[in-house]
């Protein structure tokens, strides 16, 4: 559903909207940000607002520089990335808590309670803290739009950066959210003085280090500390209450849902820096305390701190994402009925709704126990036509070592290829290779490689390519480049380098040896590794290919690929490709093969065919007495060179052209 | 005193098959009735054919997208075998409406999954109590020369249809915006096909309370 930019209205918009709405009311000029579940859709919802500057940056680090550039220069500026990302930014984001900001500044840090979309599960609240940086924490989506919007004016109150810490529950979620009109915040820009507070000169560093805790105890207590921080009492003018629940994020809401109204309840919105006062002031009108959040214990840790003693927590470990049976406490039975009651079953149900097409015997059913079903996973794979593919299935086959990277990529550790037997963070492959080649015995370079994108190499990869060619070590690194962040959703981070521009690169970085190859070919690939693991120097393969998820998927599609049944002896190699475009059906002793339309004609699978048997849709239609014939062509390589020929090429995409 | 009916609707699938834009348009359309919805999802890798999920719910007092029980009123499975994807959400009386899309790649394990009929995951879903509701798109699919991703427009108008709305409120352009062709076509398919139930869930609790019920309550 779209916004209407003008007026006050409330919109069924996603948690990535809400974060893009709310700054742009807010008055930003600009969106720094590198891509990362769950808040790439923020840049995407930004794209809307004419009144704002975006653009993708090389890593996370660099769009927070970015970002500081903007501040200081007095406009508004909001910083965008994952948790894992605010790692990378750690630097700028520590020392712009010294340096302060001009223009307000908040950071969107999107958190994976559960890891579904991560490496970790790390909680921004944390990483805020030791930073010194105040971290607001909405419960709905109201709330991140709205604390959003505030964070700006509370950036400029402090002086500070201010991150607001959502998680995949509200980037991924919808529901109705009230917005309204953007503020004009045109100031004049200038270049920030004096050097005492933005040059970090270890002289001025002390004053800038008191100025950051004079800035969070003015915080404390303040009119926005108590805004962030609201307590609900079910009576009015009662005293004492025999337990009261404090609460922060989702946990928010599970708890609203769950509660009968019964209970006092004190909704933190800015965990850090904590309101001591208002806590203690709740807490002393409640004979114990829980506290419910979810990820680690941030805010039970907080209170502690203030001599409390919240209750234990029955089920809760801070692992994965909160349920309704993490709010189960030791000690209070009272509110243990109230959890217990919701868990029970509330729902309708109805009986007479008559199925469409009921296909089921009529014989009596033996129930079956959901418990003991064994649903297999439905894991996620390359993309039909991926240009990963094919060296994963080449390093499978040698079954070497791989040190892996952050992207799409790490689906090479999928079966069938099995091949990627570890990774770390962003841009870590080379290094990490690097450094089991310094340790290992003589000839532990042909055993192993390491794999990173493109994206990935840009990200981080850069210094740690620098640093493997001074170690002098041996070593192979493969570059898989499909011009893009292809793993959340294809953005561009950079400008990509065409063959040419790479070989200048790596010659201009002085790799001792190189190759700049197509991605497909698994004689090439196979080639190449042969020589690069061989070889008595560091080297670098690059693999140039396309990302399918850039490619136009509804268009039609040129040599599509087809399994001709006269030559396919169902020896299942194709499978080995893991295109899902190859569809496998066993009737009775025998499996039966077929390439669907997802199919995007890559060609990949015609190659490991041992029999040549899969082969272009368009000669698959010849009668059988040709087909007999061509029997046996490598039908990879004739296309290839069809493609050379700008006449064939032209030709053939006439006739093979589908209809969707 | 908070009531506690609402409307839990769980939708599974694969990555790559409309879920995300289901899940939105089905929500949407229900706030027209719920004075509260809600939706969340599950993405994963998602474009990379892993198993997706999404959940909508509705209500007076629906506050989070996490399901408190462990069960659903309407389980839409966009691919057959999803169906089962979260089997404890099958409880007596959830309508499961499945699709007779059949993606039997199961990534690099495929070789090793028996597939089941459909005949086998409908016996199944009853004897949890179910009540399996097959959507026939196959066929539609291959006559209209549809892609596996239009299966969510024939659900969206499944679904519409199953909840009791009118065509046109269906297809109302701030739900919809302006489908294609094929994706417009797909929604009136679906939205045909389930006005073939003899009875719909538009009697399901309103928020006020004041639209009778015609079902069980099982508790």
Known sequence: MSININAVEQSFISGCDAIARGAWEAGIDVV?????????????????????????????????????????????????????????????????????????????????????????????????????????????????????????????????????????????????????????????????????????????????????????????????????????????????????????????????????????????????????????????????????????????????????????????????????????????????????????????????????????????????????????????????????AAIFHQLGERGIYVVGDIGCYTLGATQPFSALDANLCMGASISVLDGYLSVMEEGAHKQAVAVIGDSTFFHSGIPPLLSAISSGNKGTVIILDNSGSAMTGFQETYPPFSMDEWNQFLQSVRVPKFDVLPALDTKIIDQALDQHLNADTFSVIVLKGDCVQSLPKKGPTNFRYVINEDSCTSCGKCLTTDCPSIVAEIKGEKAFYEITNECIGCGFCSQVCPENAIMPMIASKAPKLIRDMYKGTHWYRTIKKIRSIKVLSYLFDLIEREKY | MKTGYGLDIFISGIGGLGLLGLTRKTAILLSSRYKKVVTGESRGIAQRRGSVSGVIRAGDDVRTAKLLTDKANIIAALESFEIIRKPKLIKPGTICIISDLAIQNFGGSQHKIKYPSMNELVTLVESMGGKPVVIPFKDYAKRHELRNVHISSVMYGVMASLLGFSQESMLDERITGKPDAKNLSAMKYGYDLSLTVESTLNELPSPQGDVALSGQTAA
């Open chain 1, 32 to 388: 720094a940000s590198y891509p990362g579940s769950p808040v790439t859709g923020v840049v995407d919802a930004v794209t809307q607002y004419e009144e704002v500057t975006y653009k993708w940056s090389a890593n996370e680090k660099v769009a927070m520089e970015k970002a500081a550039g903007v501040s200081y220069a007095g406009s508004r500026v909001l910083v965008v990335m994952k948790h894992v990302g605010l790692n990378v930014a750690a630097d700028p984001f520590y020392n712009l808590a010294y340096t302060g900001i001009k223009g307000g500044m908040v950071v969107i840090v999107g958190d994976d309670p559960g890891a579904k979309n991560s490496q970790n599960e790390q909680d921004t609240r944390l990483v805020a803290k030791a930073a010194n940086v105040p971290v607001l924490e909405p419960s709905n989506l109201q709330d991140v739009y709205s604390f959003t919007k505030i964070a700006f004016d509370l950036s400029e109150f402090t002086g500070l950066p201010v991150v607001v810490r959502v998680t995949s529950e509200h980037c991924y979620g919808s529901g109705y959210v009230t917005t309204a009109s953007r503020n004009d915040h045109s100031i004049e820009k200038d270049f920030a003085r004096p050097i005492q507070k933005y040059l970090l000169l270890p002289d001025f560093v002390p004053d800038r280090h008191q100025a950051l805790i004079n800035s969070l105890e003015s915080l404390q207590g303040s009119h926005w500390s108590s805004w962030f921080y609201q307590a609900t009492y079910p009576q009015k003018g009662a005293s004492k209450y025999p337990y009261g629940v404090i609460c922060s994020g989702g946990a928010y809401e599970l708890f609203e849902e769950v509660s009968d109204g019964s209970v006092p309840v004190l909704k933190v919105g800015m965990p850090f820096p904590l309101d001591r006062k208002a806590v203690i002031a709740f807490s002393e009108k409640c004979d114990s305390i829980i506290v419910l959040e979810d990820s680690s214990r941030f805010l039970e840790d907080e209170v502690k701190k203030l001599g409390l003693q919240p209750v234990k927590r029955i089920h809760y470990s801070g692992v994965g994402e909160l349920t309704i049976k993490d709010l189960l406490v030791d000690g209070i039975p009272a509110w243990n009925q109230i959890v217990n009651s919701k868990l029970e079953d509330r729902h309708v149900f109805f009986d007479n709704v008559i199925p469409i097409k009921d296909l089921s015997d009529e014989n009596v059913i033996e129930i079956v126990n959901p418990e003991s079903l064994e649903i297999p996973k439905r894991p996620a794979g390359f993309c039909a036509g991926c240009s990963h």
